[in-house]
């Protein structure tokens, strides 16, 4: 999320993208130190002041170091 980006902007974009067939997204709210994690069907799961991001089962053996 750039600073110029609504929020309420870029949730409705993550939708769309799990809408469209996209089976995880990851809106980084550095701003406010916060997560939310998208996928298929699912409601959307919130991480405050995350210290990594991963996602075996999509990104097999990928860790995003949030350095938050």
């Given at each position: 999320?750039?600073?110029?980006?609504?929020?309420?902007?870029?949730?409705?974009?993550?939708?769309?993208?799990?809408?469209?067939?996209?089976k995880l997204?990851?809106?980084?709210?550095?701003?406010?130190?916060?997560?939310?994690?998208?996928?298929?069907?699912?409601?959307?799961?919130?991480?405050?002041?995350?210290?990594?991001?991963?996602?075996?089962?999509?990104?097999?053996?990928?860790?995003?170091?949030?350095?938050?």
């Open positions: 999320m750039s600073p110029s980006d609504s929020l309420k902007d870029v949730q409705k974009k993550m939708e769309e993208y799990m809408n469209g067939g996209e997204g990851w809106l980084i709210d550095q701003k406010n130190r916060r997560v939310e994690i998208y996928r298929q069907r699912k409601k959307v799961e919130i991480l405050d002041y995350p210290r990594s991001l991963s996602r075996e089962d999509v990104l097999p053996g990928f860790v995003l170091d949030m350095g938050l």
